[in-house]
C-alpha cells in the first residue's frame, strides 16, 4: 500500500537516467524488466509507479535515445523490448555528470550544518 | 537540430499506421500479467494478485493518454475534434452558414480583386533576372521621363556606372497594308535589352548590338515577337522564324519569340513586336542620331554591377554627367536655355517594378477603392460578429453543459474560434474564386479600345497570403469578441438563467449595439464617398468643355513616311473635300490634334506689346485647324473671323487665339489684328509673325477636368511641313456609325495607302473619364452593400432584442400600452445608435475626405450636400429596418405571449 505515495521519491528528470542506465547494463529489456531491474538493483528502495514507465519510454522513443523492436519473452509472449541508442549513451553520461555535480553540491552544504 | 530529428521521428512514426494504441495496451497489460503472476507466486490468491498488480502499475488510461501525449497528438486530436465539431455545427444551421459565408465571400473576394491590381502594377517585380538591380536613368525629377537618342548613345557609350544599359520606348505599330489600321503594341528597344534583362529567346535569338545600328543593322530590318503575338497572329506557327511581319507598311523579318512570361517593361500592357531603335529612320524617316535631340521618347535603364550600390552607381553617373550633357546640347537653343541645360542632373531611380501608366492614373484610387472594400468588409464581419453573439446566447446552455462537465473556458473559446475560422476559410475560397472573376472584369473596365491594357492578375504568392491573412483576420475580428463573451458568464449562469420570463439579458446587447452604430458610421463613410464620386462624375459629363462631344466622328489618316509635301497637301485638301461632300454630313474640318488626347503641342510666343515676367508666361497651347473646324466642333468664334480659303501659304500668316490667350496678352483690348510672333522652327533667334484674325470659347486641351489655358490655333493651309499624319473631325445629323463606311471609300478614293482609323469623339471624350466613371461606378457599388449590410445588422438586432423582451412588451401591453408606446419603446435604443453612428460616420467623412481631394472635381470633400444626402439615406433605410420589427413586436397578442412563459 506505501507504493503510491513512493512515486514522489524519484526525483523528476531522473527517471530517464535510471532507466538508460538500466538499458546499457543490460543491453535490452522490456518494460516489466526495466521496472523490476530499478528495484532489485536499489534493494526495493526506489519503486516506481510502474505505468509510469510507458509515457516515459514514449518519449525516450521520440527523442532519439532509445530504440524499439517487438520480440518474444521467455514465457513465449509478445513484448516491446527497449535498447539505448548512441544518443542515449551520451545522454546518460550527460545526466550522469549533471546529478553527480548537483548531488556533490548538496552534500556540500549539508556536510557544513 | 534535435527538433529536426524529433519531427522526423514523428513524421515517420505516424506514416507507419495506428497501431499505437493496440501496441501499447498490449505492452502495458503483458507489464500487469507478469506483476500479477509473480504476486499468485508469492503465494496471493489470483484475484487479490491480479488487483495489487494493477494498483501498482497505475491508472492506465491515464498512462496510454499521457503516452498519447509524449507524441504531441493530443494537440492534433483536439483540433480534428474541433474540426468536426465545427463542421457539425455549422451545418446544423444552414441559414446562418450561408449568410457568413456568403458575405464574407464577397467582402474577401472584392479585397482580393482589388489587392490583385494594386500587387500587378504597384508590389510586383518584373519577372527579368535581378529585377532589384535595375534603375532608371532620369534627367531632373519631373514628371517626364523620357531621353533622347544622343543621352542615349552617350549613357551606352560610357556605362561605366553599370555591368549593363538598355533603352526602349512603347509605340502603336499598324499591322495593316493601308486601309482601316490594325494596331500592335510595339516596342522600341536598344540592341542588348533582352540581354542586360536576362530574358532568352523561346525560339531563334534575340537582338544583338549589331542589329541595333541606325538605319537597320546587319541583318536589316528584324523583330522579335511576343509568345502572345506568336500564338494570335501567326497561329503558333512552328516556322515563324524568317517570315516578315509589316508594321506601318515597312518590313521586318522575325528572328525570335520571348518566353510567355515576358510582356516587356510596362507591367499594364504586354508587347506584340519589339525592333531595335535604329531602325526609327525606316519608320519614321529623319537622316540620324543629332536630328533626333528634340525627340525626347526614350527610358534608359541600367543594371547596377554586381557586388556594386545604387549609391556607387550614382556617384560614376555624377561623375560623367557633364561629359554627356555638352555632348548633347542642342545648338539651336538659346544661351540661356543651353546654360540651363548644362545645369541638370541624372537621377537613378528603382525600376524593378517596372513602368505602368495604371500605377500613375489610378494609384489615388485604387488605394481609396482599396480602403472602401476594407471598410466594406469590416461592415461584413460586424454583422457575422452580432449573428455569432445571438448565436452564443442561444447556445448558453450547450456552453454551460460543457464547462460543467469539465471543458476549460480555454478549450471552448478554441472551439468556437475553430468554428470562425472555418466560416472565415470557406468564405475566402469562396472570395479567391470571386476575385479570381472580378479581377477580369476590373481589369475590363479599366482597359479601353485606344488604351488596352494587360494586366496579369493571374494570383501569385502574394495574393493567396493576403487571402489567408485577409480570412485570418476576419476570423479574429467576428469571432474572439462573441467567443469570449459566450463563455464569459460562468457555468451556472446559463443553466439558471436561461429559463424565460427574466427581463435582462439586454447586457449582453451592448457590444451588439457598438457593432449596429459602428457599421452605421462605416456605411455612412462609404455612401459619403459613393456621393462625392458621383457628384465628381456628374460635374464632369456636364460642365460645358467649350466644344460639344455628340454625333462627331474623328478620322485619323496616315500617309506612307515617304510622301513628299506637295502629295501630303493635295491629298490632304482632296479627302476634305469630298467629305464634305457626302451627304449626311454636315460640316467637316482638318485638324493636327484632336482635343481630349494625351496629345499635345506648346511652345514659346512673343505677343506684341506684352512684356513676360518669365518665358513660362508665353507659353501657349497649339493646335492647326482648317476653316469650318470652329463650326464642325460648335465652339463659338466670339470676335473676328474664322479661317478661310484666302488664308493660303503666301498670304500673311493668320492665327485664332482663345478667350483666355487673349484676355492674358491683350487684357480688355481688341485682339484683332495684333501680331504674335512664334519661333521659326529649328533657327535660333528668328521668329514668324502671326496676325490675329480671331477669338473662339476657351475649351478643353487634353482634358475634361483641367483649368482654362492658353490655346492658339494655325491654319492647316499654311502648314509649311505637313506631317503624315492628319485627323479629320466629321460633324453629321444623326448616328456617327453609319458614316464610318463611306468616308472609307471616300478616302481610299483619293489615296489608296492612307491607313485609317475611325473613333467617335464622344467615345474619346468618355474614355478620359474612365477613371472617375470607374470609380463612381465602384464606390457605388460597396456603398450599397455597405448600406445592405447595415441595414441587415440593424433589422437582425431590433428583431432579436424584441424577441428577448416579448414577455416585457406582453405585460406592457396586458397593463394597457399602446401599439405606438411599445414601437416607440423599441426603436427609442435604436434611434441613439443611429444618432450615435452617425455622428461618428460624418467625423470620420471629414477626416478621411482629405485623403481623396485629387479624385475630385467640383466638389469639395465636406459638400454639406453629400453629407446630408449620405445620412438622409442611411437614416430612411435604417428606420425601415428597425420599423419593421418593432411593429411586429407590438402586434403580438399579450395573452399568448405571456401564455408562453
Known amino acids: 500500500m506505501a507504493e503510491i505515495p513512493r512515486r514522489d521519491e524519484i526525483p523528476p528528470g531522473t527517471l530517464y537516467m535510471l532507466i538508460l542506465k538500466v538499458l546499457v547494463r543490460h543491453g535490452e529489456l522490456h518494460g516489466y524488466e526495466i521496472a523490476n531491474s530499478i528495484q532489485r538493483i536499489s534493494d526495493d528502495v526506489l519503486q516506481v509507479e510502474e505505468g509510469s514507465l510507458y509515457p516515459a519510454l514514449q518519449r525516450m522513443l521520440l527523442k532519439g535515445w532509445v530504440t524499439a523492436e517487438w520480440g518474444v519473452t521467455a514465457g513465449n509472449r509478445r513484448a516491446r523490448y527497449y535498447r539505448p541508442t548512441a544518443a542515449g549513451r551520451k545522454q546518460l553520461n550527460a545526466e550522469m555528470e549533471q546529478y553527480q555535480r548537483v548531488n556533490g553540491a548538496i552534500q556540500k552544504v549539508l556536510q557544513t550544518a | ?901
Open chain 2, 1 to 901: 537540430m534535435t527538433w529536426l530529428g524529433e519531427f522526423w521521428r514523428q513524421v515517420r512514426f505516424r506514416l507507419r499506421g495506428a497501431r499505437f494504441e493496440q501496441d501499447l495496451a498490449e505492452e502495458m497489460r503483458l507489464h500487469v500479467d507478469l506483476r500479477a503472476a509473480e504476486k499468485e507466486a508469492d503465494g496471493q490468491d489470483a484475484a487479490a494478485a491480479a488487483a495489487a498488480a494493477r494498483r501498482q502499475f497505475g491508472n492506465a488510461t491515464r498512462l496510454q493518454e499521457m503516452s498519447r501525449e509524449a507524441w504531441g497528438w493530443r494537440w492534433l486530436a483536439s483540433l480534428y475534434q474541433d474540426l468536426r465539431y465545427g463542421i457539425r455545427a455549422l451545418a446544423a444551421n444552414p441559414g446562418f452558414t450561408l449568410t457568413a459565408v456568403l458575405s464574407l465571400a464577397l467582402g474577401i473576394g472584392a479585397n482580393t480583386a482589388i489587392f490583385g491590381i494594386i500587387n500587378a502594377v504597384m508590389l510586383r517585380a518584373l519577372p527579368v533576372e535581378d529585377p532589384q538591380a535595375l534603375v532608371q536613368v532620369r534627367l531632373g525629377d519631373g514628371p517626364d521621363d523620357e531621353l533622347n537618342t544622343p543621352i542615349w548613345e552617350q549613357v551606352r557609350d560610357h556605362q561605366q556606372a553599370f555591368s549593363g544599359t538598355l533603352a526602349y520606348a512603347t509605340e502603336s505599330f499598324d499591322l495593316a497594308n493601308g486601309g482601316e489600321s490594325q494596331p500592335a503594341q510595339g516596342l522600341w528597344v536598344s540592341g542588348d535589352f533582352f540581354g542586360v534583362l536576362g530574358v532568352r529567346p523561346m525560339m531563334g535569338r534575340a537582338f544583338r548590338s549589331e542589329d541595333d545600328r541606325w538605319g537597320g543593322g546587319a541583318s536589316g530590318p528584324v523583330a522579335v515577337i511576343s509568345y502572345k503575338f506568336w500564338k494570335r497572329h501567326f497561329a503558333a506557327d512552328a516556322d515563324v522564324l524568317g517570315k516578315t511581319v509589316r508594321l506601318n507598311r515597312q518590313p521586318f523579318v522575325i528572328i525570335g519569340v520571348t518566353p510567355p512570361w515576358f510582356m516587356g517593361l510596362d507591367v499594364d500592357r504586354g508587347y506584340d513586336v519589339a525592333i531595335p531603335i535604329g531602325c526609327q529612320p525606316i519608320l519614321h524617316g529623319g537622316s540620324g542620331p543629332p536630328d533626333e535631340i528634340h525627340h525626347w521618347w526614350l527610358r534608359i535603364l541600367g543594371r547596377v554591377a554586381p557586388g556594386q550600390t545604387v549609391q556607387q552607381a550614382d556617384d560614376h553617373m555624377r561623375a560623367i554627367a557633364p561629359a554627356i550633357l555638352r555632348a548633347t546640347i542642342a545648338p539651336d537653343q538659346s544661351p540661356q536655355d543651353q546654360a540651363e541645360y548644362l545645369k541638370s542632373r541624372f537621377l537613378l531611380r528603382p525600376a524593378g517594378l517596372g513602368f505602368s501608366e495604371t500605377r500613375l492614373r489610378y494609384r489615388t484610387a485604387l488605394y481609396a477603392l482599396m480602403a472602401s472594400v476594407g471598410l466594406v468588409l469590416l461592415i461584413a464581419c460586424a454583422n457575422i460578429a452580432n449573428l455569432l453573439l445571438a448565436r452564443a446566447a442561444a447556445r448558453q446552455r450547450e456552453l454551460s453543459v460543457r464547462m460543467a462537465i469539465g471543458a476549460s473556458r480555454r478549450r471552448i473559446v478554441r472551439q468556437l474560434m475553430t468554428e470562425s475560422l472555418l466560416l472565415a476559410m470557406l468564405g475566402a475560397a469562396g472570395g479567391f474564386l470571386f476575385a479570381l472573376w472580378g479581377g477580369r472584369v476590373l481589369v475590363g473596365l479599366i482597359s479601353t479600345t485606344s488604351n488596352p491594357l494587360e494586366i496579369g492578375i493571374a494570383p501569385d504568392l502574394r495574393v493567396f497570403g493576403f487571402t489567408i491573412g485577409a480570412a485570418i483576420l476576419t476570423a479574429l475580428l467576428f469571432g474572439l469578441a462573441p467567443a469570449i463573451r459566450g463563455t464569459r458568464s460562468g457555468l451556472n449562469y446559463g443553466l439558471k438563467e436561461g429559463e424565460r420570463g427574466n427581463l435582462k439579458g439586454a447586457t449582453r446587447l451592448h457590444l451588439g449595439s457598438a457593432l449596429v452604430a459602428g457599421q452605421i458610421a462605416l456605411s455612412l463613410v462609404l455612401l459619403v464617398g459613393a456621393g462625392l464620386f458621383l457628384g465628381t462624375l456628374r460635374n464632369l459629363l456636364t460642365v460645358d468643355p467649350g466644344f460639344s462631344r455628340h454625333n462627331i466622328l474623328l478620322v485619323s489618316a496616315s500617309l506612307p513616311p515617304a510622301t513628299t509635301v506637295a502629295e501630303r497637301v493635295r491629298t490632304y485638301d482632296e479627302v476634305l473635300g469630298r467629305l464634305r461632300a457626302i451627304p449626311g454630313v454636315a460640316s467637316a474640318a482638318s485638324s493636327v490634334l484632336t482635343p481630349i488626347s494625351p496629345a499635345g503641342w506648346a511652345q514659346l510666343t512673343y505677343p506684341e506689346g506684352f512684356t513676360s515676367k518669365s518665358p513660362r508666361d508665353t507659353l501657349v497651347f497649339f493646335n492647326r485647324v482648317s476653316s469650318a473646324y470652329f463650326e464642325t466642333m460648335e465652339t463659338p468664334l466670339l470676335m473676328g473671323r474664322d479661317f478661310s480659303e484666302h488664308d493660303h501659304g503666301s498670304a500673311t500668316r493668320v492665327m485664332i487665339v482663345n478667350e483666355s490667350t487673349a484676355r492674358r496678352f491683350f487684357g480688355s483690348a481688341s485682339p484683332i489684328g495684333k501680331t504674335i510672333g512664334l519661333d521659326k522652327p529649328g533657327k535660333r533667334d528668328e521668329r514668324e509673325l502671326y496676325q490675329v484674325i480671331g477669338v473662339v470659347k476657351d475649351t478643353r486641351y487634353n482634358r475634361i477636368d483641367e483649368e482654362p489655358r492658353s490655346i492658339a490655333y494655325l491654319a492647316c493651309a499654311q502648314d509649311t511641313e505637313p506631317g503624315p499624319q492628319i485627323r479629320y473631325t466629321v460633324r453629321t445629323g444623326g448616328p456617327v456609325a453609319s458614316l464610318t463606311a463611306p468616308l472609307r471609300t471616300a478616302i481610299s478614293g483619293v489615296n489608296r495607302d492612307a491607313s485609317l482609323e475611325f473613333i467617335d469623339f464622344e467615345t474619346q471624350v468618355n474614355e478620359s473619364l474612365l477613371q472617375p466613371r470607374v470609380v463612381a461606378l465602384l464606390s457605388s457599388i460597396f456603398g450599397s452593400l455597405a448600406l445592405l449590410l447595415a441595414v441587415v445588422g440593424l433589422y437582425g438586432v431590433t428583431a432579436y432584442m424584441a424577441a428577448r423582451r416579448k414577455s416585457e412588451i406582453g405585460i406592457r401591453m396586458a397593463l394597457g400600452a399602446q401599439q405606438q408606446s411599445v414601437i416607440w419603446l423599441m426603436l427609442r435604443g435604436m434611434a441613439i445608435l443611429l444618432v450615435l453612428g452617425i455622428s461618428a460616420g460624418l467625423a470620420a467623412s471629414l477626416v478621411l475626405g482629405r485623403l481623396i481631394t485629387s479624385l475630385l472635381y467640383g466638389v469639395k470633400p465636406d459638400a454639406p450636400a453629400e453629407l446630408a444626402g449620405a445620412a438622409v439615406i442611411l437614416s430612411i433605410a435604417a428606420a425601415i429596418a428597425a420599423y419593421v420589427p418593432a411593429r411586429r413586436a407590438a402586434r403580438l397578442d399579450p395573452m399568448k405571449a405571456l401564455r408562453e412563459e
